[in-house]
């Protein structure tokens, strides 16, 4: 079972960016779909972005062209590059590991324990 761990949030202005990582532990996490959900207070949590296995990447409309999702299988680490960041953008982020880019929560075998992104105007 990979386990995984969230950092590298903060507050920033509008217009500034932040980098997330998400460190695993385990010897299969290269075979795992990793995503970034999001979830803002009184909201759903919702799909940001995920990497593929393979590589293949998913983004979110309201992310596309600002956030890019990277990972590094030699660190067991995945990357989230958030650019021209939005005050709806303020969020706690969470990693998730799963056997693919699902939508659905529930499909997901790990889950992070979040780190908090706020983003001022």
């Known amino acids: 079972q990979v386990q995984l761990v969230e950092s590298g949030g903060g507050l920033v202005q509008a217009g500034g960016s932040l980098r997330l990582s998400c460190a695993a532990s385990?010897?299969?996490?290269?075979?795992?779909?990793v995503s970034w959900f999001r979830q803002a207070p009184g909201k759903e949590r919702e799909l940001v972005t995920a990497i593929g296995s393979d590589g293949s990447t998913y983004y979110a409309d309201s992310v596309k062209g600002r956030f890019t999702i990277s990972r590094d299988n030699a660190k067991n680490t995945v990357y989230l590059q958030m650019n021209s960041l939005k005050p709806y953008d303020t969020a706690v982020y969470y990693c998730?590991?799963?056997?693919?880019?699902?939508?659905?929560?529930?499909?997901?075998?790990?889950w992070g324990q979040g780190t908090q992104v706020t983003v001022s105007s």
């Open positions: 998730a590991a799963g056997s693919a880019m699902w939508r659905t929560t529930t499909r997901y075998d790990a």
């Open positions: 385990g010897r299969t996490f290269s075979s795992y779909a």
